[in-house]
T-cell receptor, first 112, second 112 residues
Framework: NAGVTQTPKFQVLKTGQSMTLQCAQD?????MYWYRQDPGMGLRLIYY???????DKGEVPNGYNVSRLNKREFSLRLESAAPSQTSVYFC???????????FGPGTRLTVL | QKEVEQNSGPLSVPEGAIASLNCTYS??????FFWYRQYSGKSPELIMF????GDKEDGRFTAQLNKASQYVSLLIRDSQPSDSATYLC????????????FGTGTQLKVEL
């Protein structure tokens, strides 16, 4: 099992450009999450999907959109990137029994 | 007041000593508590979780939970240089997508 995979690993954008971060999990988990991690701020939840077909805002949703494409895949889209969105982005999926979230390897995004 | 608070450190301990990491939380409705380890440039990985008051041991790691005082701690016995990392405390309330709220992490340095 690959667990949680994310693409791309690194990305540099110019202000105003758009991009989609991809996430997939092969653990048959219902719930998936997108976080950003900034120095001194910890992990902050952007959006989550409790089950296929549903999405909800987290703590810092502004400037982002998500799509739960199917049970495996949950994508994060930046429509018009801003320097404030420079961060490391992690996707996670949750094991129902224990509540444990398993994280992907992350995407390092720089917006110039 | 932050929902989950951790001392940012760094906490320095000599090799072979016990490292004690602490975390306090503000929401008494919190039900599940997680400790993650994060190496620099890597994604968080689960060390252990705890639901009930008291101690839970897993190898060199012991999690301690005191819901009355609203704190959870992680003890690492026989600390090794490979334990040097940032340790994240996360708290989950039931319902509402079972979201995790993370502390900003404590940096641990195990010195030879």
């Amino acid at each position: 099992n690959a667990g949680v995979t994310q693409t791309p690993k690194f990305q540099v954008l110019k202000t105003g450009q758009s991009m989609t971060l991809q996430c997939a999990q092969d653990m048959n988990h219902n719930s998936m999450y997108w976080y950003r991690q900034d120095p001194g701020m910890g992990l902050r939840l952007i959006y989550y999907s409790a089950s296929e077909g549903t999405t909800d805002k987290g703590e810092v949703p502004n400037g982002y959109n998500v799509s739960r494409l199917n049970k495996r895949e949950f994508s994060l889209r930046l429509e018009s990137a801003a320097p404030s969105q420079t961060s490391v982005y992690f996707c996670a999926s949750r094991e129902t029994a224990s509540g444990t979230q398993y994280f992907g390897p992350g995407t390092r995004l720089t917006v110039l | 007041q932050k929902e989950v608070e951790q001392n940012s450190g760094p906490l320095s301990v000599p090799e072979g000593a016990i490292a004690s990491l602490n975390c306090t939380y503000s929401d008494r409705g919190s039900q599940s508590f997680f400790w993650y380890r994060q190496y620099s440039g890597k994604s968080p990985e689960l060390i252990m979780f705890i639901y009930s008051n008291g101690d839970k041991e897993d190898g060199r790691f012991t999690a301690q939970l005191n819901k009355a005082s609203q704190y959870v701690s992680l003890l690492i016995r026989d600390s090794q240089p490979s334990d040097s990392a940032t340790y994240l405390c996360a708290v989950m309330k039931a319902g509402g997508g079972n979201k995790l709220t993370f502390g900003t992490g404590t940096q641990l340095k195990v010195e030879l």
